[in-house]
């Protein structure tokens, strides 16, 4: 029974119960270490998920009592990586205590496994009594995915996604690139972090080959190239996406 004693919004975090997966809950008594600890798995209406250690509760969440990491175990949003990488460090350490080392991954993947399926089961049972609850992504076909992607760039574009040609989405994502270190925008976080590594002074055009120096002004070099060869790239494709359309209207 949830402890919530406030008004539960899309926002709010609420318990999944966790007694049949314990590869997920990690409740293995027998481990007498550090990691002798069980865990506990969040969601809110937004499909948001918080898996923490067993000391933490619905009520401190929700009030912010403490800062919680959302990717402490597992990124949830990049979920199910090939062996087991959207677990953190911090989870492969955890989940993966006293198993060999040719083991882990196998095991990871069956926790992995477990978690979907327990978050499946919470997201199809809380969807029974609110119609708005969101899916969380780990229990997306890669089809849905793309789909929630799409619907993204459609919303940039102001457009219903029956309307959108391929051209328009090209159009769409390439923009999305362009708009990453835009000097405009204050508030980009590529610009701002690249800014805030020429405050450190560290990269040096013309130091020695090998030195951190140069291998800083190498890599953030290239990090801007990577980026305007994307869009160049993008272009092209949208231009071929142009051509393909127009000779279908032709027809």
Not at 190 to 208: I, P, R, T, Y
Not at 228 to 247: F, G, T
């Amino acid at each position: 029974m949830s402890e919530i004693t406030t008004t539960i919004n899309k926002n709010t975090y609420q318990e999944i119960n966790l007694n049949d997966y314990p590869l997920v809950s990690d409740d293995q008594p027998d481990v007498n270490n550090f990691f002798d600890a069980t865990t506990k798995l969040y969601m809110n209406g937004n499909g948001d998920i918080l898996w923490t250690t067993g000391r933490t509760s619905e009520e401190a969440i929700n009030e912010k009592r403490f800062r919680i990491n959302e990717r402490y175990y597992y990124n949830f949003d990049k979920p199910n990586q090939k062996d087991g990488n959207s677990f953190s460090n911090v989870g492969k350490k955890f989940f993966t205590k006293d198993i060999p080392d040719d083991e882990k991954v196998e095991h990871l993947k069956k926790v992995e496994k477990q978690l979907t399926e327990v978050i499946n089961n919470e997201y199809e049972k809380r969807k029974k009594t609110n119609s708005d609850q969101v899916k969380p992504d780990i229990t997306k076909s890669k089809e849905e995915l793309k789909e929630g992607f799409m619907d993204k760039v459609t919303g940039m574009l102001g457009s219903k996604k029956e309307e959108l040609l391929m051209s328009d989405k090209i159009a769409a994502v390439r923009r999305m690139f362009l708009d990453v270190g835009d000097d405009l925008d204050e508030n980009d976080k590529l610009n701002n972090a690249m800014e805030a590594l020429d405050a450190l002074k560290l990269k040096d055009e013309v130091g020695e080959d090998g030195s951190i120096g140069k291998k800083l002004w190498d890599a953030s070099s290239n990090l801007y190239q990577a980026f305007n060869d994307l869009n160049k790239l993008l272009r092209e494709a949208e231009i071929m996406a142009l051509r393909s359309e127009y000779k279908e209207e032709t027809k």
